[in-house]
């Protein structure tokens, strides 16, 4: 049986990079794990 995949799934990857990206611009903290917790930030 196949199981296809639409499109949707490429964007999902580069999301939480973005979402990382962003917060390590926002506070200088590098987060390396997902999901980002405010302990991982303090």
């Not at 199981?3 to 390396?32: C, D, S």
Request: charged share 15%; hydrophobic share 50%; net charge positive.
């Amino acid at each position: 049986m196949v199981y296809p995949l639409g499109v949707g799934e490429i964007g999902q990857v580069g999301a939480a990079a973005a979402i990382a990206n962003a917060v390590h611009h926002a506070t200088g903290r590098r987060v390396r794990r997902v999901p980002i917790s405010v302990e991982d930030l303090l």
